[in-house]
């Protein structure tokens, strides 16, 4: 019954923000590490930024520094992924995972993801 559920995707024309929200329902994800990856077609799923459990080490992929934010509310275990300066190379279906280890997620090995969300930037 663990499951995650990705929101907040849509369509945005480029400079424009979105936030993505990623709701984690079940007991197996106390104390996980909750993140993101995107997969733009004809691409291979790339990493985009990780949050450790207190919320405190956020990780971003360079491609994002600067213009994404990762944030985190444990009382509604929800992640969430603020999008800002949005380009169309942004342009991808955007997924949530959740692992035990920072470094699960890093390395795109995590155990739990989420369906994905659309996210599409326009020119």
């Known amino acids: 019954q663990e499951q995650l559920v990705e929101s907040g995707g849509g369509v945005v024309q480029a400079g424009g923000s979105l936030r993505l929200s990623c709701a984690a329902s079940?007991?197996?994800?106390?104390?996980?590490?909750m993140g993101w990856f995107r997969q733009a077609p004809g691409l291979e799923r790339e990493f985009v930024a990780v949050i450790s459990w207190t919320g405190y080490s956020p990780y971003y992929a360079d491609s994002v520094k600067g213009r994404f934010t990762i944030s985190k509310d444990n009382a509604k275990n929800t992640v969430y992924l603020q999008m800002n300066s949005l380009t169309p190379e942004d342009t991808a279906v955007y997924y949530c995972a959740a692992d035990k280890l920072v470094l699960n997620i890093r390395a795109a090995g995590a155990k739990y993801w989420g369906q994905g969300t659309q996210v599409t930037v326009s020119s």
């Open positions: 079940g007991r197996t994800f106390s104390n996980f590490a």
